[in-house]
């Protein structure tokens, strides 16, 4: 058993409350669900900032190479959508001997 974590951290646009944030990152957050069912996604830091946001992504896989996929592809759709900016993306794998 494979288990993979994925931090990205975004700039948001032109938030300038958190009311704004929200209504930004939950669609984003609904979108990478949607796309990947059996992903947990969560906002996870930066929660009392307006324009940037710390989401985590967890997989779990019989196979590191799996693993290795969703996250990438997680990844890509973040770094792709036009109104944020990727900071960082952080990858860690665990495998059940860790």
Excluded: W
Excluded at 9 to 20: E, H, N, Y
């Amino acid at each position: 058993m494979y288990v993979g974590a994925l931090t990205l951290d975004i700039l948001l646009g032109d938030v300038r409350s958190l009311k704004q944030k929200r209504s930004a990152v939950r669609p984003l957050i609904a979108e990478l669900q949607r796309r990947y069912p059996s992903i947990a996604v969560a906002e996870t830091g930066h929660l009392d900032l307006h324009r940037r946001a710390e989401i985590g992504v967890a997989v779990i896989s019989a196979s590191a190479g799996n693993c290795k996929e969703v996250m990438d592809a997680c990844e890509r759709m973040v770094a792709f959508r036009p109104e944020i900016e990727l900071l960082s993306a952080r990858q860690r794998l665990y495998t059940d001997e860790d």
